[in-house]
């Protein structure tokens, strides 16, 4: 198409919202003018589905479960007066737990402020805060935020040493929606071990965000954290950012959490449109509908021309994928769903993989996200008439022009700045066009029925683990091999595991396993004498 042809096209799609400064353009996907027309139907169906939704129906019906992510910045929404107080009064308490801690009024056990905020969380229970925390952190922040997301001991290390004697004045946020996930358990267990070794009671510097009388929520009420915020059964992980999981951190930080929930209370009103050309969350989930035929069959790009946005795609990577990569449809029909996100952000990624989205396997699309706003204040010139902000646009516009010439189609969404309210609006935007595109897919996009398999595995292999070690110390003077240990241990079949376990027992000091090496790695001999 020429670039006057596009123009037009550019003119007859955008779709801009005055209030949030936000706009989408689709004019780079290639459907036909036609396509909104012959999946109006479908959308209208989604649209209803939508709706239902958001007045109370059990949208999650294999957890028998309400979906009100909306309600949290709309409280009014909510299907009964108890819980849109709940919503409001728990909005109340992070507001108030995090101005005494600001205040001084919730101190360290030294009486002086807290400094550091340390979140434990992994998942919904951390993408969310990370995301937020890092496209708006600024030097001026109330606190500084670090985070336990894994159950990796090094990790956890590498942070531990960062806040350094700093500890004393960290306070710990325990986030998680089912109180029992084992790596964030692990996390505060790491955590509480730190403190005790710096002479710090963890209590004292312990707070909890839960379901009610979750593992979690028992763990802080008997050792006496200093507070517990409420997670709901009708919060999915994924959507959790704008409950406590999200504004409680956000708020310690010194984030205003009254404009983030504004950006995405207004977005939510935008994207509730019916009609299909005034609605971005409904133009997105078309998009991806068309440029993977609605099955998946390319993945999502995501390119933000900003360094603030870096983690989106890492956030919009649980939100969409969890949400959408189902092997069932709703009829219990296989269908093996899905759209696979990947991006980082640009310039950057000119110089790493766009030389192979522009020339090689075309199996993507892209979503290109323009921020107006460079920086505060105005920008020296790196050559005449231009500044580094000038360049950051310029790549955005070449690549963007380049790709499409070779028919890598794109979406782009622009914003003015990054700001609360504008982070609000785009985590709104992406909750409602994975909901509306499950629905046009007909996936139930609340559960997640995949990550459970991965779950009980491990612990399949954490039990084989135990006997392991018990048969080594039971016999201190034998060494094994792994088929000695898998044969003893009378399970043969469970060889490959054995191994796997006895390597990474040995590689590591803490269980005493010592290992020789024989001719090949699988012949190695583990034993726990010394
Ligand atoms: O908040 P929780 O219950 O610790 O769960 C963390 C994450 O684990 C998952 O259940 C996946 O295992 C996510 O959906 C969720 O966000």
Redesign the pocket.
Known sequence: MQKLQLWERYKNRLYHNAELDLSVDTSRMNFPDSYLEEMEPRLQKAFEEMADLEAGAIANPDEQRMVGHYWLRAPQLAPTAELAEEIKATLASVKAFASSVHQGNIAAPDGHRFENLLVV?????ALGPQFIADSLGSAQDRMKVFFFDNTDPDGMDKVLAEIGSGLKRTLTVV?????G?KE?RNGMLEARQAFEQAGLHFAAHAVAVTGSDSELDRTASQEGWLGTLPMWDWV???TSVTSAVGLLPAALQGIDIDRLLAGARICDQATRSRSTRDNPAALLALSWFHATAGKGERDMVLLPYKDRLLLFSRYLQ?LIM?SLGKELDRDGKKVLQGITVYGNKGSTDQHAYVQQLREGVPNFFVTFIEVLKDREGASMLVEPGATSGDYLSGFFQGTRSALYEKDRESVTITIREISPASIGALIALYERAVGLYASLINVNAYH?PG?EAG?KAAGTVLKLQGEILEMLRRQPERDFTCADMAMTLARPEEVETVFIILRHLAANPSHGVSVTAGEKVWENRFSAGK
């Open positions: 969380g992994i998942g919904g229970s986030i998680s929606k089912s109180g996930t964030t999915g992980g994924r649980q969890e997640q990550v779950k």
